[in-house]
C-alpha cells in the first residue's frame, strides 16, 4: 500500500507522525507523493482555529482524490480526531479511522486491517490510564540516496498535560498527563545513538511536570536530564516545552552542569500583565519569570530563549499588552512564536467576557511581531563573525545563488546555510562554519572547519 501523511502542529504530532510512517514501512507500505497515494493519514491540531479549518479544507480537497476508488481512504489523527470523533465518518465518508492521542500505538494495525476489509471503520478515541509503550521503529542509518540518515530524532517522555490554562484545548484533547517510564526512555535514546543520532530532543506538553502524576517512578525531570546527558554518543541535548511555574533549580542547574545541553531553551511567557497571566491560570508572575531569566543566565549566560505570546486574550487593555512589550524588550527574546487568542471549545477563557475586537488584536499582533522581529534581527547581527559548531541536517531549503548548500543549526538552534557544500558528505557531521550575515530569520556561513562526528 501507498500512504502519505499530513501533519499539522506541535513536534509532539511531527513526532507521532515520524512513528507510524515507520511503523508502516515495517509492514511493507511505502510512502509516496500525495498524487500516488491509496491512503491518507492526516494528523491534527486543534489548538487554534486556523489549523483545525486546514484539516476540514484538506479532507475536502482529498475527497475529490479519494472518491474515486473505494480501496483508497483516508485516516484522521491527533487532537482534532480526539475533540471531532466519529463525526468525521459522517462529514467525509472517505474517512475510515479516527485515532487521538492515546490510539496512536494501535493505528498501524488499524491501517492494516482497514485495507483488508473495505467497508469497515475504526475508532481508537479512549484515554489510557497509563503511557502505552509504541512498537520499536526507530530512524535507520539510510541506504536510499534520496534519504538523509537521522542526525536529530524527538523522545517522548510524557503524554498530555494536567495545566488547564484556561484558553488551551491540549489537556481536553491530549488527555491527563503521564509519564513514561526511565527505563523505556533511556532504551529508546541508547538505540538512537546507536543507530546514528546525534541530537535528541526530549518531548512532553510541560516537561518540567515529568513524574508527578501517577505514572512518575520517583525519578524527577532533573534527574531525568542527568541520565540522558550521560550518553557519550549524545552530543546535542534540548527538550520542549516548559512551563515556567515547574522549571525547578535543578533544571536551571543542568544547564551549567552539562556540555551537551544545548544552550537554547523554549520558555513560554504567554503574556507580560499579572492580572492577564492570573486569567490565563498560569500560576506564575511577571517577577516569578524575570527571576527565572536571571537564574538561567547565571546559569548559562550564552542562552538563547525562546517564548509563545498571546495578544488579545479576553479583556486584556492597552495597558497589560504593553506590559507584553515591555518584557519581551527586557528579556530579549532570540525568537518568539506569537498568535491572536481564539475561543476554543470548552476552554474556560471561552466562557470570559469582554472578548477583544479582532482589529484591537490584529493591531497588536502586528505591533509585537514588529517588536521581536526587530529583536531577532539585533540578536541574529550580533553573531556575524563568529564561528559556530553547526550540526548538519540536510539540503538548504533555499539555496545560495550557485544552487547549492547545506543546512544545519548551531547549539543554539539557530538555522545556518552554507552555501556552495554538497550536504551529502555533511550530514549527521559536525562542522565549524564562520558566520558571514545575517537574514531575517537564519543564518549564513561558510565552512572553516573539517566535518567530524561528534
Ligand atoms: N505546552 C505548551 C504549548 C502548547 S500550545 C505550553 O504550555 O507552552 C502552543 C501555543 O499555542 C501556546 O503556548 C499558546 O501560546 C498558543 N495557544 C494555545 N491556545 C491558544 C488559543 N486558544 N488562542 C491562541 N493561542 C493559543
Ligand atoms: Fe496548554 Fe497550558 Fe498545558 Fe501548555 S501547559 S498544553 S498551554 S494547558
Ligand atoms: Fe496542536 Fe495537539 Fe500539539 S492541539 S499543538 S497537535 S498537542
Redesign the pocket.
Known amino acids: 500500500m501507498k500512504f502519505h501523511v499530513i501533519t499539522f502542529g506541535c513536534q509532539m504530532n511531527a513526532h507521532d507522525s515520524q512513528w507510524l510512517t515507520r511503523a508502516m514501512e515495517q509492514r511493507g507500505w511505502e510512502e509516496s507523493a500525495e498524487d500516488q497515494a491509496q491512503v491518507f493519514i492526516l494528523n491534527t491540531c486543534s489548538v487554534r482555529e486556523k489549523p483545525e479549518q486546514k484539516v476540514y479544507s484538506c479532507l475536502g480537497r482529498l475527497a475529490r482524490h479519494l472518491g474515486r476508488s473505494p480501496e483508497r481512504f483516508a485516516a484522521v489523527g491527533g487532537c482534532v480526531a480526539q475533540q471531532v470523533g466519529r463525526e468525521f465518518f459522517e462529514r467525509f465518508p472517505a474517512v475510515r479511522l479516527v485515532f487521538g492521542a492515546d490510539g496512536v500505538a494501535r493505528a498501524p494495525e488499524a491501517l492494516t486491517r482497514l485495507a483488508q476489509e473495505p467497508g469497515t471503520r475504526i475508532s481508537l478515541l479512549d484515554f489510557l490510564p497509563t503511557y502505552e509503550e509504541r512498537e520499536v521503529a526507530l530512524p535507520q542509518v539510510e541506504t536510499r540516496p534520496d534519504r538523509a540518515s537521522p542526525v536529530s530524532a524527538f523522545v517522548n517522555i510524557m503524554q498530555g498535560?494536567d495545566?488547564?490554562?484556561t484558553y488551551?484545548i491540549?489537556?481536553f484533547v491530549r488527555g491527563r498527563q503521564k509519564s513514561r517510564a526511565p527505563a523505556d526512555i533511556l532504551a529508546e535514546c541508547r538505540a538512537l545513538a546507536e543507530n546514528g543520532v546525534r541530537e535528541i530532543t526530549l518531548l512532553g506538553?510541560?516537561v518540567n511536570s515529568y513524574g508527578l502524576d501517577d505514572c512518575g517512578q520517583g525519578l524527577s525531570f532533573a534527574q531525568l536530564l542527568d541520565q540522558v546527558a550521560g550518553i557519550q554518543e549524545i552530543s546535542r541535548l534540548r527538550f520542549t516545552?516548559s512551563?515556567p511555574k515547574d522549571l525547578a533549580p535543578e533544571v536551571v542547574a543542568a544547564f551549567a552542569r552539562h556540555e551537551n545541553l544545548c544552550p537554547q531553551l523554549h520558555l513560554?511567557l504567554q503574556a507580560g500583565s499579572d492580572a492577564v497571566l492570573k486569567r490565563m491560570g498560569r500560576r506564575y508572575d511577571r517577577e516569578r519569570y524575570f527571576s527565572l531569566v536571571r537564574d538561567l543566565r547565571a546559569a548559562r549566560p550564552d542562552l538563547a530563549l525562546t517564548t509563545d505570546l498571546i495578544v488579545g486574550f479576553p479583556s486584556e487593555t492597552e495597558e497589560d499588552f504593553l506590559q507584553t512589550l515591555e518584557m519581551m524588550e527586557a528579556v530579549r527574546f532570540a525568537g518568539a512564536f506569537s498568535f491572536k487568542y481564539c475561543d476554543r471549545p470548552g476552554t474556560a477563557a471561552a466562557r470570559m467576557d469582554p472578548k477583544v475586537p479582532e482589529e484591537v488584536a490584529a493591531d497588536r499582533l502586528s505591533r509585537l511581531q514588529k517588536l521581536q522581529d526587530g529583536i531577532t534581527e539585533g540578536y541574529l547581527g550580533e553573531q556575524v563573525g563568529r564561528e559556530v559548531l553547526v550540526l548538519f541536517e540536510g539540503g538548504s531549503r533555499k539555496p545560495g545563488e550557485d544552487g547549492g548548500g547545506a543546512m544545519g543549526r548551531d547549539p543554539w538552534g539557530r538555522v545556518v546555510n552554507v552555501p556552495g557544500e554538497d550536504p551529502a558528505g555533511l550530514i549527521g557531521r559536525q562542522a565549524l562554519v564562520r558566520i558571514l550575515e545575517a537574514k531575517k530569520h537564519s543564518l549564513l556561513g561558510k565552512r572553516v572547519g573539517a566535518p567530524c562526528w561528534k
Request: charge should be neutral; hydrophobic fraction near 15%; include cysteine.
Open positions: 498535560c495545566n488547564f490554562c488551551c491540549v489537556p506538553q510541560n516545552t512551563h513560554p
